[in-house]
């Protein structure tokens, strides 16, 4: 079994730069080996989406931006074949928005996106976090990112011992930005 990542963002508005909050879950041969959240400071103090993660700009003014953020996270990156992302497209696009944002080059690793991967490995549908959670027995405080990034490495894991291999079957994302 290969290293991965996996990731989860949080974001305050519909800008894809506006990640407020991000979970990262590196996972080696088949465990959590490493996990990191981080409250992000987005580039504009206006908040949309509270009432779905709770976070408002007084949780995040004081936070680093995500330009000072991103390169603690970087070493969660060595050594994994492939970043995991729930809806991995949303996630992929958060990322690259704010790598460009901040002037990062987005990671070389292509994504897997376990709503592919739960309806192709198990049939689940709905494919909601929340569903494809409880259909597994994982634990999950929706929208909390290191949560929902900790239940994305869970559904991987599980894929993993059920026979799913990354890089065989239909459950990747397209290929990250180069």
């Known amino acids: 079994m290969s290293a991965f990542v996996a990731i989860d963002f949080e974001t305050a508005?519909?800008?894809?730069?506006s990640?407020?909050?991000?979970?990262?879950v590196k996972v080696v041969a088949g465990?959590?080996?490493?996990?990191e959240v981080r409250r992000?400071?987005?580039p504009s103090p206006h908040f949309a989406f509270t009432h779905i993660h709770g976070l408002t700009w007084a949780?995040?003014?004081?936070?680093?931006d995500f330009g000072a953020v991103w390169p603690t996270l970087l070493p969660l990156l060595k050594g994994a074949a492939f970043i995991a992302a729930h809806n991995a497209p949303f996630d992929r696009s958060v990322l690259t928005a704010c790598c460009r944002t901040y002037g990062h080059a987005p990671p070389h690793q292509p994504f897997v996106c376990t709503v592919q991967l739960a309806r192709a490995q198990?049939?689940?549908y709905p494919t909601r976090l929340p569903d494809v959670c409880r259909r597994l027995g994982l634990d999950l405080n929706h929208h909390e990112a290191l949560s929902d990034a900790l239940a994305c490495a869970g559904i991987v894991i599980r894929a993993q011992a059920d026979g799913w291999r990354h890089g065989i079957g239909t459950a990747r994302a397209a290929p990250g930005p180069r």
Do not use: S
């Not at 465990?31 to 996990?35: G, H, K, L």
């Not at 949780?59 to 680093?64: G, S, T």
């Open 59 to 64: 949780h995040v003014r004081e936070a680093p």
């Open 122 to 124: 198990w049939r689940i």
């Open 40 to 42: 992000i400071r987005p």
């Open 31 to 35: 465990r959590v080996v490493d996990r």
């Open 13 to 17: 508005n519909r800008a894809a730069d």
């Open 19 to 24: 990640a407020c909050a991000v979970g990262v």
